[in-house]
């Protein structure tokens, strides 16, 4: 069965400053999809970035970007200049796409310190 | 506008009722989901559905019971079965097509037993 592992529980950084939220998973598949979601206290799940896995390169949003580790299985987004509006539980998810189901992470309690 | 509606928004049920949350999209999507968010957890898939007339239990279907007889459309119903059913529950929906698909979510029901 595929997990996805989040080890972080709660991080803080400071507005402006940049962050790194880490992420595991564990699949036998070669080809699958990856998802950063953003939960922010309204608790409407926002989708930050993705990242298929047979592409090498990372993903990148305006501010949020990925470091994709496939042999590692390591998918961690880094948030840059932070801002008091990245407040929020962010959730790491994995998809084999195909209508199959999306396995979600425990979460990480984001906190932007003005 | 395309998207997501659940409802209600809050629903509170007495011990040994039967209640429907419902979930209701316009984005043509194949494929939808429901989960329940336990207090600072992650998402924990109830149901899904891939087509009209089909579904799959996920990982804590027990007490829980869903029908798909419109696309649109995939109401759970939390069942007297259920011992601990207050939580946060969230429907999302997917194209089910391709691997580069994500999931897009309702605004959440927030059920409480009382």
């Known amino acids: 069965a595929q997990t996805v592992t989040q080890s972080q529980p709660e991080m803080s950084v400071q507005e402006a400053e940049t962050v790194t939220l880490s992420c595991t998973y564990d699949?036998?598949?070669?080809?699958?999809?990856l998802f950063w979601y953003k939960q922010p206290p309204s608790r409407q799940m926002i989708l930050v970035i993705r990242?298929?896995?047979?592409?090498?390169q990372n993903a990148t949003e305006n501010r949020f970007s990925v470091n994709f580790q496939k042999a590692a299985k390591s998918f961690s987004l880094k948030i840059s200049d932070s801002q008091l509006g990245d407040a929020a539980m962010y959730f790491c998810?994995?998809?084999?796409?195909?209508?199959?189901?999306?396995?979600f992470g425990p979460g990480t309690r984001l906190s932007v310190l003005p | 506008d395309g998207g997501i509606t659940q409802s209600p928004k809050y629903l509170f049920r007495k011990e040994g009722q039967n209640v429907t949350l419902s979930c209701e999209q316009n984005?043509?999507?194949?494929?939808m989901y429901w989960y329940r968010q336990d207090p600072g957890q992650g998402l924990r898939l109830i149901y899904y559905?891939?087509?009209?007339?089909?579904?799959q239990k996920g990982d804590i279907a027990e007490g829980y019971s869903v029908s798909r007889e419109k696309k649109e459309s995939f109401p759970l119903t939390v069942t007297s079965a259920q011992k601990n059913p207050t939580a946060f529950y969230l429907c999302?929906?997917?194209?089910?097509?391709?691997?580069?698909?994500?999931?897009?979510f309702g605004q959440g029901t927030r059920l409480t037993v009382v």
């Open positions: 990242q298929e896995a047979y592409k090498q």
């Open positions: 699949t036998s598949e070669s080809d699958y999809y």
């Open positions: 559905s891939q087509i009209v007339n089909d579904f």
């Open positions: 999302a929906s997917s194209t089910g097509q391709g691997l580069y698909t994500e999931a897009f």
């Open positions: 998810a994995y998809n084999r796409g195909f209508g199959q189901n999306f396995v």
């Open positions: 984005l043509n999507h194949d494929a």
